[in-house]
């Protein structure tokens, strides 16, 4: 299938893009009977739907979570997780009037979805009701009064349901079940704050005598057991082994060629590789013409319009009215009009998709023939998830992962060993976290006083200190039966924050509001002049105006990007842990990072060629963090072949890839990390890298990094010396996010560096 996809299409004669290809067999599922504790009702309900047996790990988990075990159910795609919360959750309603059930779901579409798939098993009395944002006011309180089953998101129990408890006081009373689907979205920062948001509902319901059981399903993840567990602050079982039933898969790594020099470049660049979504594009666009029914994943919104419009004009250039039979597909369409998208890929009647990940795809988009991945979704978990939108029962199919030009993406098809046969990464997040902690005991303050007890539910000691500071600062108030609230409205806390209200970023001439960016990202992205990119649509920044968080833009075509500069400084707070390894440290620790965009490059579109430098006039931001960072003595530098003048461009280039490998071993996205390089530091007084958690107060991704340094920093060195380039490029250790336009870099010797780092670490051990 393969040979026929890229048949045509032009890889220059010699050299593969295929850079390793790997089948996976196909697997028969297995089935077992009913557990006898299933209601008969329900077990009718099912056959009516043509469903005569649970898979072994619905069963598995179900009957865990019915006799009051908490559950985790972490497996592939497709593979049936709502049934193993149905089961005991439906039974239980059935068995008892009262009863009820609390579904949360990381976005509406997946909990709508969930709410239609309960209401066609047509079960008396369940009244399922989805309660979220736009639900209508008088629904609210049927919802509240009658539904036993309500599905909602994180969001609206943090800002709604859990505030106003006294009217949730019966509900909370007769919770059984507490589901929690797609729980590996809650990581990071938010997944810190979901983490007290479950146990302020734990605490709120166990205040109305409930006592639920939690049922939580994950995609394929590492050690989901204790993930769960962090996350609930219960002990979890988890269960993992997928025992329903998959077609072969074809998988390959595809690399897209290096793009002749162009003669005409006067000074010399480095060399590029043809785009990761022109490459998808043809690919679509032959699988198209073989009629192969395609899905292409592409990480931007922009991204997969570009796609689906590249592959149309391809189409329509081979046979006109082709182009009609792609699309493109993510989130912001109505929910009717993806639907309608779904049905006509299913029936055939569209043939290909060029889609953003797959948490915004309905749940129901399987069995498709090819799967086309533009780019490395971040994590394992999810490259498996969008993989195992592919292959029919019986049939053959293929997914196919197309590197961008970046370390990662160039390391890993390189290094299949790293994609296949390896455990999918474990869920980061850090509860600890003074930034997220404070703030959410002041929730769980202002919904019923904290008691001593209570604060062993939030993290012991660590809450023991944010409750002992926010009473010195006034936010709370001891009294004999605990700590209270003392502000009268609601403390303002916002789940999916990092730091600071979000900028608006609207039209100047319309007063149309486009969309919001994140403070954090706002001098980067939204400084005057700035080229901002909003769905596909080119605009330029008129002003950002940072005492009302507001970006008026107009909508321009220049024939230039811009690319902010920054400076950032970096002082150390103080060392959490250390490895000494003689001339070689390696720390993790708390430290303030110093930031400001100074001004910003314009580069010609196309050949990059600089057109100018401006000043710009923006405050430094300061940010509290957590980091990792390593030290080298100079002398350990000068005997691994690092002359001092090329010190700072060695240990740039080490940072830069050890930033962009770091998604590899926890899950976050490079855009969530920062770094800084030293020639010598004020701190440490050494030559020393730090990256840091880019969001206050940290994410766990730093401490993450120095939990698994040696595996981390190897790889970052594998990734650099395995690129075919010779000085430097974005494959390695060129960065797109570096505030100094990627100067100095030292390529060898950053290689140098980190094997100086690596044999000490391994010396010590
Ligand atoms: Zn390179
Ligand atoms: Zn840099």
């Given at each position: 299938?393969?040979?026929?996809?890229?048949?045509?299409?032009?890889?220059?004669?010699?050299?593969?893009?295929?850079?390793?290809?790997?089948?996976?067999?196909?697997?028969?599922?297995?089935?077992?009977?009913?557990?006898g504790?299933?209601?008969?009702?329900?077990?009718?309900?099912?056959?009516?739907?043509?469903?005569?047996?649970?898979?072994?790990?619905?069963?598995?988990?179900?009957?865990?979570?019915?006799?009051?075990?908490?559950?985790?159910?972490?497996?592939?795609?497709a593979?049936?997780?709502?049934?193993?919360?149905?089961?005991?959750?439906?039974?239980?309603?059935?068995?008892?009037?009262?009863?009820?059930?609390?579904?949360?779901?990381?976005?509406?579409?997946?909990?709508?979805?969930?709410?239609?798939?309960?209401?066609?098993?047509?079960?008396?009395?369940?009244?399922?009701?989805?309660?979220?944002?736009?639900?209508?006011?008088?629904?609210?309180?049927?919802?509240r009064?009658?539904?036993?089953?309500?599905?909602?998101?994180?969001?609206?129990?943090?800002?709604?349901?859990?505030?106003?408890?006294?009217?949730?006081?019966?509900?909370?009373?007769?919770?059984?079940?507490?589901?929690?689907?797609?729980?590996?979205?809650?990581?990071?920062?938010?997944?810190?704050?979901?983490?007290?948001?479950?146990?302020?509902?734990?605490?709120?319901?166990?205040r109305?005598?409930?006592?639920?059981?939690?049922i939580?399903?994950?995609?394929?993840?590492?050690?989901?057991?204790d993930?769960?567990?962090?996350?609930?602050?219960?002990?979890?079982?988890?269960?993992?082994?997928?025992?329903?039933?998959?077609?072969?898969?074809?998988?390959?790594?595809?690399?897209?060629?290096?793009?002749?020099?162009?003669?005409?470049?006067?000074?010399?660049?480095?060399?590029?590789?043809?785009?990761?979504?022109?490459?998808?594009?043809d690919?679509?666009?032959?699988?198209?013409?073989?009629?192969?029914?395609?899905?292409?994943?592409?990480?931007?919104?922009?991204?997969?319009?570009?796609?689906?419009?590249?592959?149309?004009?391809?189409?329509?250039?081979?046979?006109?009215?082709?182009?009609?039979?792609?699309?493109?597909?993510?989130?912001?369409?109505?929910?009717?009009?993806?639907?309608?998208?779904?049905?006509?890929?299913?029936?055939?009647?569209?043939?290909?998709?060029?889609?953003?990940?797959?948490?915004?795809?309905?749940?129901?988009?399987?069995?498709?023939?090819?799967?086309?991945?533009?780019?490395?979704?971040?994590?394992?978990?999810?490259?498996?998830?969008?993989?195992?939108?592919?292959?029919?029962?019986?049939?053959?199919?293929?997914?196919?992962?197309?590197?961008?030009?970046?370390?990662?993406?160039?390391?890993?098809?390189?290094?299949?060993?790293?994609?296949?046969?390896?455990?999918?990464?474990?869920t980061?997040?850090?509860?600890?976290?003074?930034?997220?902690?404070?703030?959410?005991?002041?929730?769980?303050?202002?919904?019923?006083?904290?008691?001593?007890?209570?604060?062993?539910?939030?993290?012991?000691?660590?809450?023991?200190?944010?409750?002992?500071?926010?009473t010195?600062?006034?936010?709370?108030?001891?009294?004999?039966?605990?700590?209270?609230?003392?502000?009268?409205?609601?403390?303002?806390?916002?789940?999916?924050?990092?730091?600071?209200?979000?900028?608006?970023?609207?039209?100047?001439?319309?007063?149309?509001?486009?969309?919001?960016?994140?403070?954090?990202?706002?001098?980067?992205?939204?400084?005057?002049?700035?080229?901002?990119?909003?769905?596909?649509?080119?605009?330029?920044?008129?002003?950002?105006?940072?005492?009302?968080?507001?970006?008026?833009?107009?909508?321009?075509?220049?024939?230039?990007?811009?690319?902010?500069?920054?400076?950032?400084?970096?002082s150390?707070?103080?060392?959490?842990?250390?490895?000494?390894?003689?001339?070689?440290?390696?720390?993790?620790?708390?430290?303030?990072?110093?930031?400001?965009?100074?001004?910003?490059?314009?580069?010609?579109?196309?050949?990059?060629?600089?057109?100018d430098?401006?000043?710009?006039?923006?405050?430094?931001r300061?940010?509290?963090?957590?980091?990792v960072?390593?030290?080298?003595?100079?002398?350990?530098?000068?005997?691994?072949?690092?002359?001092?003048?090329?010190?700072?461009?060695?240990?740039?280039?080490?940072?830069?890839?050890?930033?962009?490998?770091?998604?590899?071993?926890?899950?976050?996205?490079?855009?969530?990390?920062?770094?800084?390089?030293?020639?010598?530091?004020?701190?440490?007084?050494?030559?020393?890298?730090?990256?840091?958690?880019?969001?206050?107060?940290?994410?766990?991704?730093?401490?993450?990094?120095?939990?698994?340094?040696?595996?981390?920093?190897?790889?970052?060195?594998?990734?650099?010396?395995?690129?075919?380039?010779?000085?430097?490029?974005?494959?390695?250790?060129?960065?797109?996010?570096?505030?100094?336009?990627?100067?100095p870099?030292?390529r060898?010797?950053?290689?140098?560096?980190?094997?100086a780092?690596?044999?000490?670490?391994?010396?010590?051990?």
């Amino acid at each position: 299938m393969l040979h026929r996809l890229r048949a045509g299409t032009a890889a220059p004669a010699g050299e593969s893009p295929v850079t390793h290809v790997r089948r996976e067999p196909a697997r028969p599922g297995r089935k077992t009977p009913w557990p006898g504790w299933v209601a008969p009702a329900l077990i009718s309900a099912y056959a009516d739907l043509g469903i005569t047996g649970p898979w072994e790990h619905q069963a598995a988990a179900a009957t865990l979570a019915h006799h009051k075990s908490h559950v985790v159910v972490a497996t592939g795609t497709a593979s049936g997780k709502s049934m193993a919360y149905q089961m005991p959750a439906l039974t239980k309603l059935l068995g008892d009037s009262r009863a009820t059930v609390l579904y949360l779901s990381p976005t509406k579409a997946l909990a709508a979805d969930q709410s239609r798939a309960l209401a066609r098993l047509g079960l008396d009395g369940v009244r399922p009701a989805t309660y979220d944002g736009d639900t209508p006011r008088e629904e609210r309180e049927w919802i509240r009064q009658h539904s036993r089953f309500v599905l909602t998101n994180p969001d609206m129990l943090h800002h709604a349901l859990l505030p106003g408890h006294a009217r949730w006081g019966t509900f909370l009373r007769r919770l059984e079940y507490v589901v929690i689907d797609e729980c590996h979205a809650y990581r990071g920062v938010f997944g810190s704050h979901v983490a007290h948001v479950l146990r302020r509902l734990r605490r709120l319901t166990a205040r109305y005598g409930g006592d639920p059981t939690f049922i939580l399903a994950s995609a394929t993840s590492g050690e989901p057991g204790d993930a769960a567990s962090r996350l609930t602050g219960l002990p979890v079982t988890p269960v993992t082994e997928d025992a329903s039933p998959r077609g072969a898969v074809t998988f390959v790594l595809w690399e897209p060629p290096l793009l002749p020099p162009s003669p005409d470049d006067e000074v010399e660049l480095p060399p590029v590789r043809r785009s990761a979504l022109r490459e998808t594009a043809d690919l679509l666009t032959d699988a198209v013409v073989a009629g192969v029914r395609t899905l292409a994943f592409v990480r931007s919104r922009r991204g997969a319009e570009v796609v689906a419009a590249m592959t149309r004009r391809g189409l329509d250039e081979a046979v006109p009215g082709l182009g009609d039979r792609v699309a493109a597909y993510r989130a912001g369409y109505l929910k009717e009009d993806r639907r309608a998208i779904e049905r006509a890929l299913l029936s055939g009647e569209l043939l290909a998709l060029a889609s953003t990940n797959a948490l915004e795809l309905g749940v129901d988009l399987v069995g498709l023939d090819a799967v086309l991945i533009c780019g490395y979704p971040g994590t394992r978990a999810s490259l498996w998830q969008q993989a195992g939108r592919a292959g029919r029962a019986g049939g053959e199919a293929l997914a196919v992962l197309v590197a961008r030009d970046d370390p990662l993406d160039t390391y890993l098809v390189h290094h299949p060993e790293a994609l296949f046969g390896r455990p999918v990464e474990a869920t980061v997040m850090d509860p600890a976290n003074p930034y997220v902690l404070g703030p959410q005991l002041c929730c769980a303050a202002s919904e019923a006083p904290l008691t001593e007890p209570d604060l062993e539910l939030f993290g012991g000691e660590p809450a023991r200190e944010a409750v002992a500071a926010l009473t010195a600062s006034g936010a709370l108030r001891r009294r004999p039966s605990g700590w209270y609230w003392t502000h009268r409205g609601r403390p303002a806390v916002d789940l999916r924050g990092t730091g600071g209200a979000p900028v608006s970023v609207v039209e100047s001439a319309t007063g149309r509001l486009l969309g919001t960016v994140d403070q954090g990202s706002s001098h980067v992205m939204l400084h005057a002049g700035a080229v901002y990119l909003h769905q596909g649509v080119s605009h330029v920044v008129d002003d950002l105006d940072l005492d009302d968080a507001v970006a008026l833009v107009h909508a321009a075509e220049p024939d230039w990007s811009t690319h902010a500069r920054d400076v950032t400084d970096l002082s150390v707070v103080s060392v959490r842990e250390r490895v000494d390894a003689g001339p070689v440290g390696l720390f993790l620790g708390e430290v303030d990072v110093t930031n400001q965009v100074v001004s910003y490059q314009r580069r010609r579109i196309g050949s990059g060629e600089v057109i100018d430098t401006r000043p710009l006039d923006l405050p430094p931001r300061e940010l509290r963090t957590v980091a990792v960072w390593f030290t080298v003595s100079p002398r350990l530098l000068a005997a691994s072949g690092v002359q001092p003048p090329d010190v700072p461009g060695a240990l740039h280039a080490a940072e830069h890839a050890a930033i962009g490998l770091l998604p590899l071993m926890a899950t976050c996205d490079r855009w969530d990390i920062g770094g800084l390089s030293t020639a010598n530091h004020q701190d440490t007084e050494a030559p020393t890298v730090f990256v840091y958690d880019g969001h206050p107060g940290g994410a766990g991704f730093a401490e993450r990094a120095y939990a698994t340094a040696s595996a981390w920093l190897s790889a970052t060195r594998e990734a650099i010396a395995s690129c075919g380039c010779e000085t430097g490029c974005p494959s390695c250790v060129q960065s797109p996010k570096c505030g100094n336009g990627n100067n100095p870099l030292d390529r060898n010797g950053a290689i140098a560096v980190l094997d100086a780092v690596l044999s000490a670490l391994a010396d010590r051990n």
